[in-house]
Each structure stands twice: as C-alpha cells, then as structure tokens.
C-alpha cells in the first residue's frame, strides 16, 4: 500500500519538477501561470466535482456524503481551534499566515490527482464535500483572519464561488438522477482530466521561485508545518477510525486533511497586507514534505480502513 500511494505521489513529484523547468527556462510566466490558475479554478475543478456526481441517486451513498460533510466541518472546526491555541508569533503579519497555513490544505491542486488515482470517482464524490466546506470556512474564517475586518465578510463570496456553485449543480444531478447526455459528461470529463497536470506545473512554477531554505532557522515556522503536515490530520484520522468511520471515506478524508498547506494562502496574504515571502514558503516547504509525510498517513488509513 505504501509503494502504491509512494508511487502516486512521485508521479506529482514529476509534474512538479515539470513546472519547475518551465520556470526555470522562462518558458512559463508569472502572467501564464496566474491564466493557468484561473482555469484550474473557474473551469478545471468545477468539471472534476461535477464528474464525480454524474451517478445514479442511492440513499446509502447519500447518507455517507452527508457524513463527509460532518467530517469537513468538524475538521475544520478543530483545526481552527488548534492552530489559535498552538500557533503564535510576536508579529501579527507572520502569525495570520502561519495560523491560516496551519488550518487550510490544499484540497484541490494536491488530493483531488490523489483521490482519482488511489480512489477513482468514489475518492473525488466525498472530497467535493471537503472541498465545499474548505470554500466555506476559506471566504469567512479566512477573509476574517487574514483581513481583520468583519466588513469583508459577505454572503456572496460564501455562495458564489466556482467550488461551491459545481458542488450545488452536482448536487443536483445526484439528487434527482438527471440523465448527462454524452455530449456534455465527455467534454466534462476530458476538462476535468487536466486536474492533475496543470495544478502541479503551477506548484512546480512557484518552488522554482522560492527559497526553501529561508525560513529552516524559525522554530514557529517549522513547527505550524509539522501541525499542519502531521500533527492536525492525525488527531483527524484517530478521531475518525474511533468514531467508525472506514472504508473510502477513512481514506479520502485523510487525503484531504494531509494535503499541504492551500495554495490560496499566498493569494490572500498578498490581498490583506500579510507575510507574503512567508506564504510562499510555507506553502512550497510543506509541498515539498507532503511527499513524505502524505504517503505515510494515506497507507496507515488504508491499513486500518
């Protein structure tokens, strides 16, 4: 099981290193990556969450995604609380960043390829609904504490966001079991097969960019990754092999929370004043040792799943 999950993960690290030679040789732009962003944002992911809800209605499948959405928002939930109760620093500019690095995983560019490969559709089906919690604690939690200001919280950004409509339009098609002629789920399906390529060329063009090794001497720095890398998803995965969670949704769950930090974090600290030289190394250093760490705890999960 580990080599199977190892293996998943090298195949990122390839597309990584892709992007990251692409950087390198100027053949990808700032300008490029920030078009491919919003692709994968607006179109790519939207067309893999509403893939995965193409399937015929089954109230026990039901029922277990109601699960999945209980499970996202309590993680999220305790995530939160710990990362205000664990994570501190002097500087407020620098202890936004690392709480909300902390808190956030990045759910879509890194586990979503995982889900699919490890779990096909089923895996994608319950991510969505991490994905949709994620977007939800993201423009409130997350505006709030990057921002500082109430103000910024409103409940557009909550609803009409690409995450949260796919996932309302999925659920639709799931609920009331509407027939997707072929020629819209194949365009649908080729879309959402460039889900694993593109995120990780983008990944790979911002670690050419940063300097890994510049924050290695902060203690603070270094330990909001080891909660957020190890410490968060595995107080997640006891709590949910406890409660009786198995099977695939063990499995994709911890995917999910094992993710490294979200992409979105620099985004937001460059919009809100935060640390961004700080972002950007949290979210590339935990990339990086999410190779190790994600493999560890995804085979665990199958082990007892």
């Known amino acids: 099981m580990f080599l199977n999950v190892l293996t998943q993960v090298i195949i990122l690290l390839i597309l990584i290193l892709v992007g990251a030679v692409l950087a390198k040789g100027k053949i990808l732009t700032s300008d490029g990556v920030k078009s491919m962003t919003d692709t994968v944002l607006m179109i790519v992911t939207p067309c893999v969450i509403i893939k995965s809800f193409i399937r015929e209605f089954d109230p026990t499948v039901l029922k ?15 995530f939160i609380l710990l990362a205000h109760l664990l994570v501190k620093d002097k500087n407020k500019a620098r202890e936004k960043v690392l709480r909300f690095g902390a808190v956030f995983s990045n759910c879509g560019y890194m586990s979503i390829p995982l889900q699919q490969a490890l779990l096909g559709d089923e895996g994608v ?25 109430k103000k910024t919280l409103t409940p557009k950004k909550l609803i009409l966001n ?18 997707v002629p072929k020629i819209i789920s194949e365009p649908i399906s080729y879309i959402a097969a460039l889900n694993t390529p593109l995120p990780m060329i983008i990944i790979g063009f911002h670690l050419a960019g940063s300097n890994l090794l510049s924050g290695l ?13 190890i410490l968060l998803p595995a107080l997640a995965l006891v709590i949910m092999y406890l409660c009786g969670v198995r099977g695939v949704m063990l499995v994709s769950s911890v995917i999910s929370c094992s993710a490294p930090t979200a992409a979105i974090t620099t985004m937001f600290s460059s919009k809100f004043g935060a640390d961004t030289s700080l972002s950007v190394n949290m979210v590339s250093l935990s ?8 493999p560890i705890l995804i085979t665990i999960a199958q082990y007892i799943a």
């Not at 277990?64 to 305790?78: C, D, E, K, P, Q």
């Not at 902060?218 to 957020?228: D, E, F, Q, S, T």
């Open 64 to 78: 277990s995604l109601l699960l999945s959405f209980l499970i996202a928002i309590v993680s999220h939930i305790g």
């Open 125 to 149: 089906f319950y991510s969505s609904s991490y994905i949709a919690i994620f977007n939800v604690f993201v423009w409130s939690y997350g505006i709030l504490i990057m921002s500082g200001d």
């Open 162 to 179: 690409p995450g949260m409509i796919s996932i309302i339009i999925g659920l639709i098609i799931f609920l009331f079991s509407i027939p």
């Open 217 to 229: 001497k902060n203690v603070k720095y270094l330990l909001a990754i080891g909660y957020k890398l």
């Open 287 to 294: 990339t990086v040792l999410s190779l190790i760490t994600m």
